[in-house]
């Protein structure tokens, strides 16, 4: 768990702590399965890795091998930092308006607004995956676009926007089928 520095209810501690415990859970997931999509690319591949590489599509653009590695290597950015037991980043709660989150490039810390200990468990794992992607660098050179708005940008631009890979992860990890792997 991250060090939460503020003194938060015991609820909204909970829903922090389940968020994260989730998104590690959907990072795990695609990182294996991403990993098994790498090592099948030129062959045949498995009916698991054909839906990575028709969700890869849906959230980047494109599924060639350069988008496959670099949403790997994303992703696992992410793990590293969400599963380090809080000592590259902390959580506070904090005043930043209708925002759920906010983190700063290269920062250490998550800002949880308000909107954040209301909204659904769906919401509430992509943002803590989302804020964790800015910590790694994500939105560092490009504009952020939420919610699947950056289907008409180029490939690059949503490999580095942190809403498509946070929404690729969660996508991946909540499907059933791949809870077993």
Do not use: W
């Not at 949403?71 to 980043?89: E, M, P, Q, S």
């Not at 700063?104 to 769906?122: A, C, D, S, V």
């Not at 919401?123 to 950056?150: A, C, D, M, Q």
Request: hydrophobic residues 40%.
């Amino acid at each position: 768990m991250a060090k939460i520095i503020e003194n938060l209810p015991a609820k909204e501690i909970k829903k922090i702590v389940h968020a994260q415990e989730i998104a590690r859970e959907y990072l795990k997931i695609a990182i294996n399965l991403l990993e098994v999509a790498r090592e099948e690319y030129s062959g045949q591949l498995s009916p698991n890795s054909q839906i990575i590489l028709k969700t890869l599509q849906k959230h980047f653009g494109k599924n060639n091998q350069y988008v496959l590695k670099s949403a790997l290597k994303t992703i696992r950015k992410i793990a590293n930092v969400l599963g380090d037991d809080g000592n590259k980043y902390r959580i506070k709660a904090a005043n930043i308006g209708n925002k759920m989150g906010r983190a700063m490039f290269l920062g250490r810390t998550i800002k949880l607004g308000t909107p954040f200990f209301e909204t659904n468990l769906r919401n509430r794992v992509v943002t803590i995956i989302h804020e964790t992607g800015h910590i790694v660098g994500l939105n560092f050179l490009v504009p952020e676009l939420y919610e699947g708005k950056s289907k008409n940008m180029p490939v690059i631009y949503r490999l580095y926007n942190a809403d498509d890979v946070a929404l690729f992860a969660y996508e991946i990890g909540q499907r059933k089928e791949f809870k077993q792997v």
